[in-house]
């Protein structure tokens, strides 16, 4: 599976955007998959996982209530909707394919990692 992550930008406090992740290669639809960030100076972190049909979903704590996970099996493409955006949530994201089962949200679990996109949040 080869991913590409697109979307990012730089808009202000309160806007949204949304992420795209196109993949090509082996059955996308059959992954869960899932989006992680990397602030400048810290370590990657999850960020939301959703399930091979969509019909489950995770997400970090902080971002919950604000951001959305979907995904479209038939373009395989996966989406991140972001809304209300902070300062905080400015970094680089990454979309990556989940390798063992559902619910883990360990770097070391997710594999295929696209390129990033930057999202770049001003306040």
């Known amino acids: 599976v080869q991913l590409q992550a697109f979307g990012g930008g730089l808009v202000q406090a309160g806007d949204s955007l949304r992420l795209s992740c196109t993949a090509s290669?082996?059955?996308?639809?059959?992954?869960?998959m899932g989006w992680f960030r990397q602030a400048p100076g810290k370590e990657r972190e999850f960020v939301a996982a959703i399930t091979w049909r969509g019909g489950g979903t995770d997400y970090t704590h902080s971002v919950e209530g604000r951001f959305t996970i979907s995904r479209d099996n038939a373009k395989n493409t996966l989406y991140l909707q972001m809304n209300t955006l902070k300062p905080e949530d400015t970094a680089v994201y990454y979309c990556a394919v989940l390798t063992t089962g559902w619910g883990s949200r360990r770097e070391a679990d997710f594999r295929f990692w696209g390129q990033g996109t930057k999202v770049t949040v001003s306040s």
């Open positions: 290669g082996r059955a996308f639809s059959t992954y869960a």
